[in-house]
């Protein structure tokens, strides 16, 4: 499977974004999805995740901010991201997990968010 992820770009605090993650060769119906982000000199960490059932899981520097949501039928996982701080600004990226060690990223999409 191959993960595409758009919508980032650059705004200001208390500002919105919405992330997209499109899946090419392969679906992602019943298996978890998930957004990364990962700050200049940070690690990358979790921000939400969604399994195939649709039960979600927030980051807590982020929840009642970002949703997130599929559509299995388009093949796609969203992040809404209202509210924005300057501690989002990130790359952010989308996962698929398959099973134990079998993981796919997609290429990331840098957030900016200004003061």
């Known amino acids: 499977v191959q993960l595409q992820a758009s919508g980032g770009g650059s705004v200001q605090a208390g500002g919105s974004l919405r992330l997209s993650c499109a899946a090419s060769?392969?679906?992602?119906?019943?298996?978890?999805m998930a957004w990364y982000r990962q700050a200049s000199g940070e690690q990358r960490e979790l921000v939400a995740s969604?399994?195939?059932?649709?039960?979600?899981n927030y980051a807590d520097s982020v929840k009642g901010r970002f949703t997130i949501s599929r559509d299995n039928a388009k093949n796609t996982v969203s992040l809404q991201m209202n509210s924005l701080k300057p501690e989002d600004t990130a790359v952010y990226y989308c996962?698929?997990?398959?099973?134990?060690?079998?993981?796919?990223w997609g290429q990331g999409t840098l957030v900016t968010v200004s003061s």
């Open positions: 996962k698929i997990h398959k099973g134990v060690g079998n993981d796919y």
């Open positions: 060769r392969g679906r992602i119906g019943g298996y978890v």
């Open positions: 969604i399994t195939g059932g649709g039960s979600t």
